[in-house]
């Protein structure tokens, strides 16, 4: 594009013009490139299982497609809805990956329901992970104390049987004003084995049967995509993930460009199954990255 810019200006200029003249007209042209590559967007909204790794694999390219956009000062943040991983662990397993991440730049579902729990001064009924358990006792020591008068769902397929969901049945019965926290209320997900079960059918069996609504803390409520864009405005930001209602279409609701990667759970024709289609769609993180940010030499 240079040669042919070069070309074009000596095409059209004066001859006696000096080489400065063609650097600068060069320069500009290369500054005019980085300027309008850099206003895609400030902020990336990624999620993760699905988009950047699915088990404890990158998606192709993952790894270097998230150094180099970093690299030209666009800001990350991860936002997952896992409801079975603490943020540590998460982090944790991101970093064996080989993805250079911080921790304080993941917001997962989990870390929402702490904050609107905490927020309403509830002490509630865990249907949670032992890890998710310890995430809020730590983050929310006073929960131990008081009786139960909520409850929190997320992902726990051992506990997810006549007992424990009767129980939380009967604290919802028993109190009027007892909210359902769903940490997620993903229908389903995708496993090493084929796609599973998510929250989402055992948080409706309790609307179901106590006839209220869950507060929803992850994707696609909207209080996750807005306590992430922090500073930015949504139209600076671009959300890439491989659920196209959670992710996308969540995220659009929000104001924020989606882009659907082909990778995790994603199926064909998902592109078409929500209005307005998403703003992007890629085969994978990397190649998503290249497109948008027109950038060649990124290993796919
Ligand atoms: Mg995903």
């Not at 080989?98 to 249907?127: C, H, N, Q, W, Y």
Request: with cysteine; charged share 25%.
């Amino acid at each position: 594009m240079s040669v042919k810019l070069f070309s074009a200006v000596k095409k059209y200029s004066h001859p006696r013009a000096s080489l400065s003249f063609y650097l600068c007209l060069l320069l500009g042209h290369h500054l005019s490139v980085s300027m309008s590559t850099g206003s895609v967007a400030k902020l990336l909204l990624v999620d993760l299982s699905g988009t950047l790794h699915v088990g404890n694999l990158a998606t192709r390219g993952a790894v270097e497609a998230l150094d180099w956009v970093r690299s030209r000062g666009v800001a990350v943040k991860f936002l997952t809805n896992t409801t079975k991983e603490s943020k540590r662990d998460i982090y944790e397993r991101l970093v064996k990956i080989g993805f250079k991440v911080d921790m304080s730049d993941i917001l997962t579902s989990v870390s929402v329901a702490i904050d609107e729990v905490k927020r309403r001064g509830l002490k509630p009924l865990l249907i949670t992970e032992d890890s998710v358990e310890r995430e809020f006792n730590e983050f929310y020591p006073e929960l131990k104390n008081g009786d139960r008068d909520s409850v929190v769902v997320g992902l726990v397929p051992d506990k997810f049987n006549y007992t424990v969901l009767n129980e939380a049945f009967r604290l919802l019965k028993s109190n009027q004003n007892a909210p359902i926290i769903a940490i997620h209320k993903g229908k389903y997900y995708q496993t090493e084995d084929g796609l599973s079960l998510g929250p989402g059918p055992f948080v409706v069996a309790l609307e179901f049967a106590s006839g209220r609504e869950a507060t929803i803390c992850g994707k696609p409520n909207q209080n996750i995509f807005l306590q992430a864009l922090g500073q930015y405005a949504p139209e600076e930001a671009i959300m890439f993930g491989d659920d196209v209602t959670d992710d996308i279409q969540g995220a659009q609701r929000a104001g924020i460009r989606g882009c659907l990667v082909r990778t995790g759970k994603y199926r064909p024709g998902d592109e078409n199954k929500i209005e307005p289609a998403p703003a992007f769609v890629f085969e994978n993180f990397a190649e998503a990255v290249r497109g948008i940010f027109n950038k060649t030499g990124i290993a796919s």
